[in-house]
Structures are given as structure tokens and as C-alpha cells.
């Protein structure tokens, strides 16, 4: 996103807040920041300009001073132009030494011209008659607490599990006999003809039911809610991989256990409502370093997408080994978000 | 100062022409003058210049189209120049309530609150943008004209100045 882009979108994002913003407005500078997260966090969803303008709006409306004109020459006789006062002894001996004319030129002084005082007069008088409201508060006034917006976390895990089958069908390799042809197995390329789709999720699920297969996938989501102001904690199971093969194949795991990977969005997504599913795909060398986070599937916000990547590139990985031999490998998992309330149901747990 | 005399009915014009104009705009413009200068007392000093400037040019010409417009933009203008005169006391925050003398106290609500903290960090181009759109409820292009900018230029000095009342914002909270 060029600079030329964002300067633009500050003229968008006046509209907004001045209201005048069209229809087509809106959706390029939703486009924007869905793009831009500098210019997001900037400036804020549309949601959060148009609460800030509603705060000019509220500082408006709670304005209750009538200003009475009448007394503006003394105080500012008194104040600003002291001096006056002499000259505007001179002026009064000149206007008793009566020109008519006099009356119709208005002088620089403190006394305002007949014309003015005399409406600032009728107007002080409607100000006295007028009803006014008592509206005593000396405390600055807060609005009522919002009800706290949560997010949840659903880490989706895809978890490759060897088959229900007996021990002892394990094949032993022995010296004399010939190994098997080595089935390749790869957690990302599941049977299409057999894949679901979770009911809380945009993941496929996938499982093969069959009790001839040597594996077996199936998958496992643990839900996790953030709070807006609470230390974030997300608990999950890393990827797990067994393979019922002659070839001793381990995939990348995150090192650390479930709390590996823990995405902190920023505090914008809470404003702006984000949610959806994150899918990515993190590289890792044969030291266990990440190379390369790739999201394969956004969920809509980038601030999201940002927030998974840069928690999975800041774990450290055991690398995939095949036959105890580290090799190059890839890691594959997603995040679902999901904005809710305290109050509603289905927030598994609430971290303090 | 050119001295121009009227004949009576000429002044008799002028005379009901401001009549009009103090009667229907004093407070809305007094209020507005009081959240650029953060000064009650200033800002009424202003005002009333804004009103004699007013009742100077329709004696000059009374038939001359004097709207709201031509008073904010007075306003405006003698506002920038006496906070331009005041700059360096504004800079200098000694007393910690300053931003508080301008309200009375039953218009010390959070939001009033903070729109003066923000207005007395702002620009005065941003500053006066966000009073002409928001505060005084004129759009983009009427703010232009008074302003003499383009639209988007307002558009973005709003922007500019809602980013500094979203920081005050929260920093209060």
C-alpha cells in the first residue's frame, strides 16, 4: 500500500466521520484497512471514527452556557482595555456635546453602539425570564459500562492417530525380510470424498472411519475465550503425528506444549468485531526454526492473519524427523476467532 | 478608520440587520468561540468584535448578504489570531485546570472534558476543521468556503484532529 493510498484514505475517513461518506466511500476504506493494518490502527474502523465523533456530538449537546453580550463591555473594560475607560470619558463629553451624527458612528470603546446594546439588552431579558435547568454534577460524567466484549479462540488441530489395530499386527522388521513399500503420508491432503466441515468452524474435518486403514485422522478443537483486558492464554494440543509405518516419520511440533502458539490481536479487534478463521502454514527448517509463515486461508482481517503468524513465528519447533533424520517440514493449523459477550452462553472459560 | 455616514434610513437597516444577526447566532457563536480559545471571557471579547465587524461592513453596505457563514468565519479568523498572539502561553501549562475554565461545572461531562484537552493539542487549521464540521454542524464544503481549502483537505484536518481526541480519549479512560 503505497503512502499516496493512506493519504487518500485520511480524506475518506473525515467523510465517515463527518457522515457525508457514501456508500462506495465506505467500502474502499473498509477494503483499506482490511489491507492496511497501519492504517487500522490508526485510524480506526468505521465503527471507531464514528464513536469518536459522537463524543464532539455528546460535548455539544451538554453545553448549557447562555452567554449574555450585556455584560461583555464591563468585563472587558475592566480586563482589556482599561485605558478606554479615560478615553471613554473624553468620547461621553463629546457625545453630550451632541452630534447626531455621533450616534450613528460606532466607537471602539466599551459602550457598545445604541443598536447592539440595546438588542444584547432585550436578549438578557428573555435569558433571566427563561426556565433554566439545574443540571449539577460536579464529577465528570462517565458513560454506564459496556457489557465486555470477549474474543474465543478455537484452535483446530488436526491429529493423525495410528488405527485401532492389535499390537501385535505391528510389523517387525527383521533383517531377512523385506520392508513393505513405504506409504507417504502427508496431514494436509486429506480424501476429499470423506471430509466435513466442523459445526463451529470453516476447517474441513476430516476422518477416515475405516478400520482396514493403518491410520486414521480425526480432529479435535479446544475453545479458549480472551478478554479484552485479561492476560491472553490460549490452551491447545500441538499437532500430533504417529504413523504406523515401517519409516519412523515425526512431524514439526511446536516445542512447549499447548501453549505454544498463542495469538495476542491487537485491541483493535475488539472495537472492530473481528472474527473468523485463520488457516496457516509455518516452514520450519531441520534445526526446528521457522522460515516462513504463510496463511493459506485469511480470515478476513489482517489483523488477525498478523497476530497468528506472529505467534507462530516466535515458537521454537522440534523438526520433522524421518528415521531420526531432522529434515525440512511444514506445520499446519488454524485459528477460529470469535467475538461474543460475558453474558452469553458457550464461553468455555474465562481467563482472569 | 474611514468614518461613512448614512442617512436614517440606511442605519435603520443596519440597525435591524444586527439586531437579527446578535438575536439568532450570539450563543451558538459564543460557544463555539469558547472551545477554540478555552476562555469564556475571551471568547465573548471575540464575539463581540465579531458583531461590531458585523454591523461596520453593513454600514458600509447595507444591502450586503451577511450570513451565519460570514460571522463563523470571523469568528474563526479573529480566534486563530488572538490564540497565535497567545501561543506561547498556551504552551506553558501552568496552571493544571486550564482546560477546565472554560466549562462551567455542569458541563463538565467526559466528553466535553476531553474535546478541550484535544482541542488545546490540536493545529489551529486541524482545530478550527473539526469545530466548523462537528461542532457547528457545517458540511465538508461549507467549511471549505469558509476556510478557503478544498473538501478533502477539511476532511482530512477532521481526521487528523479525531485521531488526537481518540488518543486523549484514551487516555482518560
Known sequence: MTLQHCDRIEALAGAIALGEATEEERLAYR????????????????????????????ARESEVWEPQLKGVSTARASRRYRWWRFAAAGVTSLVLAGAAVHALVPQRTSVPHPAVARVMVADANVSRERPVIEQRTVAPQRPAAQPQRGLIVQHNIVQLAPAAAPLSAAPVIAANVT?????????????????????????????????????????TTTTTSLSQSAPQTVTHRAELLQVFSQRQIREAVPLGGETAISPHPAMIAYDEGAQGTSVFQVLIDERGVPTKCIITKGSGYSVLDVAVCKAAMQVRYSPKTVDGRAVPGVYNDAFTFRMTNNDLEGIPKQIQ | ???????????????????????????????????????????????QDVFFA????????????????????????????HLRRKKILRFLPLDRDADLRALRIDERSAASIDLQTAMHRLPLDQASAIMLTTYAGYSSNEAAAILGTSPDAVRQRVCRAMRTLRVVMAESA
Open chain 1, 31 to 58: 477494503r483499506h484497512i482490511a489491507q492496511c493494518a497501519p492504517c487500522l490502527n490508526t485510524f480506526g474502523g468505521e465503527r471507531e471514527i464514528e464513536r469518536v465523533a459522537r463524543t464532539v456530538a455528546d
Open chain 1, 179 to 219: 520392508p513393505a513399500p513405504i506409504a507417504e503420508v502427508t496431514v494436509h491432503a486429506p480424501p476429499r470424498q470423506n471430509s466435513v466441515r466442523h459445526w463451529s468452524s470453516n476447517v474441513p474435518v476430516w476422518r477416515r472411519l475405516r478400520d482396514t486403514d493403518t491410520w486414521r485422522t480425526v480432529s
Open chain 2, 1 to 47: 478608520m474611514e468614518q461613512v455616514y448614512l442617512t436614517a434610513a440606511q442605519a435603520n437597516v443596519a440597525h435591524a440587520r444586527v439586531e437579527a444577526l446578535v438575536r439568532d447566532h450570539q450563543t451558538k457563536l459564543a460557544r463555539y468561540v469558547r472551545r477554540m480559545v478555552g476562555d469564556a471571557d475571551v471568547a465573548l471579547d471575540i464575539v
Open chain 2, 54 to 81: 458585523a454591523y461596520r461592513t453593513l454600514q458600509a453596505d447595507p444591502a450586503r448578504p451577511l450570513t451565519a457563514g460570514w460571522l463563523y468565519k470571523t469568528a474563526t479568523n479573529t480566534s486563530i489570531s
